[in-house]
């Protein structure tokens, strides 16, 4: 079974400056999904950025980036320029893709690392 | 707009009672989960179908019970059974499996 491991409870970052959550997951299969989600006060889950496994390009949606490195098993996320509303649970999560022969394909998560933004 | 809907938003049981848990989607999504969370641990899965008619238990299964007779809804029934199920509960589908999960905003469950 696939795990996902975030090794930071709690973070801190002040406004305006960059910050990196790590994660790093367990897997033999060759070809996944990760995903990093962002949970707000409001406790709706929101889907921040995505990479694919076979894609070697660090994914990046504005704001948000990703460090990807395959063969260490790591999916880190930067978020530059922060800002008071990036205050939030940020999980990592692990998939595998339909050929992988995993039978089922629900998310895995980590535990979650808590960002607080300082003004 | 498409989207999960997750009723009510907050729930409260007295112990020895079952209660039910309802996540409606409009989303055409074939699969749909339920995650508990609770402080700490992340979210766990309590139970998956990714068909009509068709479900499997997560991880942490006992004391839960669910039904999938529309392709819209997917009840989370919490049993007697569960001896610890204050928690928040968050249900979730999914489409093409490389984009991830829709959530519903959540049922915060209370044993009182």
């Known amino acids: 079974a696939q795990t996902v491991t975030q090794s930071q409870p709690e973070m801190s970052v002040q406004e305006a400056e960059t910050v990196t959550l790590s994660c790093t997951y367990d897997?033999?299969?060759?070809?996944?999904?990760l995903f990093w989600y962002k949970q707000p006060p409001s406790r709706q889950m929101i889907l921040v950025i995505r990479?694919?496994?076979?894609?070697?390009q660090n994914a990046t949606e504005n704001r948000f980036s990703v460090n990807f490195q395959k063969a260490a098993k790591s999916f880190s996320l930067k978020i530059s320029d922060s800002q008071l509303g990036d205050a939030a649970m940020y999980f990592c999560a692990y998939r595998s893709a339909p050929h992988s022969g995993a039978g089922s394909y629900q998310l895995t998560f980590g535990k979650g690392t808590k960002l607080s933004v300082i003004p | 707009d498409g989207g999960i809907t997750q009723s009510p938003k907050y729930l409260f049981r007295k112990e020895g009672q079952n209660v039910t848990l309802s996540c409606e989607q409009n989303l055409n999504h074939d699969a749909m989960y339920w995650y508990r969370q609770d402080p700490g641990q992340g979210l766990r899965l309590i139970y998956y179908s990714q068909i009509v008619n068709d479900f499997q238990k997560g991880d942490i299964a006992e004391g839960y019970s669910v039904s999938r007779e529309k392709k819209e809804s997917f009840p989370l029934t919490v049993t007697s059974a569960q001896k610890n199920p204050t928690a928040f509960y968050l249900c979730?589908?999914?489409?093409?499996?490389?984009?991830?999960?829709?959530f519903g905003s959540g049922t915060r469950l209370t044993v009182v």
């Open positions: 979730a589908s999914s489409g093409t499996i490389g984009f991830g999960y829709t």
């Open positions: 897997t033999s299969e060759s070809d996944y999904y």
């Open positions: 990479q694919e496994a076979y894609k070697q």
